[in-house]
């Protein structure tokens, strides 16, 4: 409520049910009352302040009070007088009608309906009604108002009666003329993409009620509260919130609250895809005006959707702040509402940018003659008001823009339940990714420039890949002996060291046994960060948590390769005597820093364990022996390949080091690009089919860069090559993830990478010589009917696309 004027935020709190601070108004200064009393938006909340707090409010106060109350109570006679000619009229022209709000809302929404204001008379009328109708009110003299633009609205322009009334300031003016809005609808779902199934069940329960004398037609009580909450709610998704009505909405619930017969009709009456829309009204009036709840309507808030919540938990304020700070927070309320992906968008861009900016002219009830000259001036004031207008909604859209999207993407981050541990992993990951690829980027240009060729580089690679091979098992081991935190701890302290030394030393017998090291190292991360995001999710969250890991680790190669194009040459302006050779190796130095940095957020973080009796290091499930010999065979095609990126680039294509950097750099963003697109692509298609397109997609585009010797066009086909690779990454990793028990997890993420490592270890040495002998196009040309026959045996071998989970319960985590 930071954001409400401090004499608005004390009356509100005064006229709370429960926990109200009524002393707090003498706080407020005479300007400030000034301003609550002529405020057209809080014109309704002096009298039951009135009647709630009078003896705190200033003597001129409550004399001002005092008067509106007397005006709107003879208001509320002509209103009955005026209702009773219009609906003798549309009885006479046999249309059939029910009256919403206003006076319909006694008892329980108000003390009585003279305690409120009330400016118009809101009538349903069944579709074959509706021309009767209108036609009566004609006959008996009312018009169709010409003040209101075009927009979306559930009734027919407004009929009022022309009788030369001026607005004076006065809300409670008794001789402001009373207009009529016949309703031919009681919920928009056309224009709003959601709503309740069927309201038509409202109309057959009608009833006739009475408010002194007057008899009239209106919904049954439970009808009318349930359209009353979808009135309010649809005001605070089109962002006009009126927090008068949740104010009228909690005092019905704190005096029904005790209503059990009442409430069962409630739940006997509207159905699951009703009363979920009216909870979120009354969640919202219990949080402003601390009203007592049904038990029922308690069972119905606490059941409403995670979007729904996580909106809640974050700006449930902003139904009220926005009419004192500027804010478009409803639209994700909106959008939380919302079924279909399309219609998210266009309401989204409808709310953000608007095609059409409307304003609504003050009534001007007037059949008075005018003069040519007045007409023509009141035309011009207009179209200045409008321009003026127009240019100042533009303003507050532009204004609110970045603070929306920001609110947004909160809110979209929260409705997936990540937990605050999961941040600080990717904390983690983002510093050893950094690392990583600012070292990758540049250790082979670094070999080759130190005189080495691509069949020592192949034994480099075959080198890590075998260490990755034999580690694996033993990183399996550690893990499960010592806890997730310990063995990644072990990994970012160890790493950093053994790549320094490759950074340093120049003998080959060293440099191959440093990489072998280093690859078993690695194994230690490449084992660990499955389970690790396997327990910082659950199993709704988890394919969203290892696209944003990959994802993020795919940007931050953006970030790696500019900085890895460009570092060597920063560092080689420190003076004459850093060589080119010279500058790559502080590079890769500072690239092992970065590394060890990974080891302190990864300190804070407490990983749950599997029960000693449940461990399993071979865990024997049937889906790995479908999965694991698929990832060997497109692990081949991987290991082929990668390790040489650079080399190819630099040797065959001859592309400086910067320009690497920059590919490197376009690579990662379309990668980013597409592992946030491949939840989608899983949705659509599942999770096996998924990947398998997403995998024969790369097989073509290695196919085709084979066969492309410019080195523009391969660079383009690079990048998409790379987009493929990864789409298929999450995918990969949440299906196993999910066809394995929380307990063999850690085991099953071993045997994964024991298999790759060896799949890559095998074809890092057999490319590194065959590059050498028979060149790039012809070796990257079988790569890709590698890849391309990995790809057919995920389909062939995983089988259908939704496979079942074995034992879907997710383990907590202590952050």
Known sequence: MTNIPHHVRVMLSSLKFHGAAPEELRTIKDAEWQDLLSQWSLDRFPIPLRQACGDLLPEWVREQIDRDTIGNAERFERIKADYSKVAHAIGNANADHVVLKGFAQWPGYVEHPRFRRQSDIDLYCPPDSIVRAREALSGIGYETVDWVQPGPSDHIPPMIRKTGWKWRGDFFDPEMPISVEIHFRLWDEQGLHFGPADLDQFWFRRVERKVDDLVFPSLSPVDGLGYFALNVLRDLVRGRPRTYNLYELARFLNT?????????????????????????????????????????????????????????????DSAVTTEFHPNKDLVWLHLSLIDFPRHRRTVLLNRLFPEQITPVDAPYIDKSPESKENRQDSRLRKRARYVGYVASRAAYHLRVLPSTLWHGARWWLATKNISKGFWTFFATAFLFDLGMYIFFILYNLYLLDRGFKENFLGMVASASAIGGMVGTIPAGMLAQRFGLRKAILVCLTALPLVFSLRSILGQEAALVALAFLGGATVSIWAVCISPAIAQLTDEHSRPFGFSVIFSAGIGIGILGGQIAGRLPGWLSQIGTAVTDLRAKQLALLIACGMMALAT??????????????????YPRNPFLLRYLPAIAVWSLAIGAFSPFFNAYMSQHLRIPVHQIGEIVSASHLSQLVAVLAAPMVFRKFGLVTGIMYTQIAAAIGLACLAAVPRASTAAMIYVGYMAFQWMSEPGMFSLLMNQVSPAERTGASTLNFLVINVSQAIAATVAGASFTRFGYPVVMGVTAGVAMVGALLFRFLLGSNQLPVTQPSPASLEA
Request: glycine share 0%.
């Open 256 to 316: 029904n609250a005790e209503e059990k017969l009442f409430w069962q009709n409630w739940v006997d009456l509207h159905d699951e895809t009703l009363r979920p829309l009216e909870a979120i009204t009354f969640r919202l009036a219990t949080h402003w005006f601390a009203c007592r709840l049904p038990e029922p309507v308690q069972k119905e808030i606490d059941s409403l959707p995670a979007a729904v919540n996580s909106w809640f938990d974050l700006y449930e």
């Open 600 to 617: 302190l957020p990864i300190s804070r973080l407490r990983f749950t364990s599997a029960p000693a009796q449940e461990r399993k290091l």
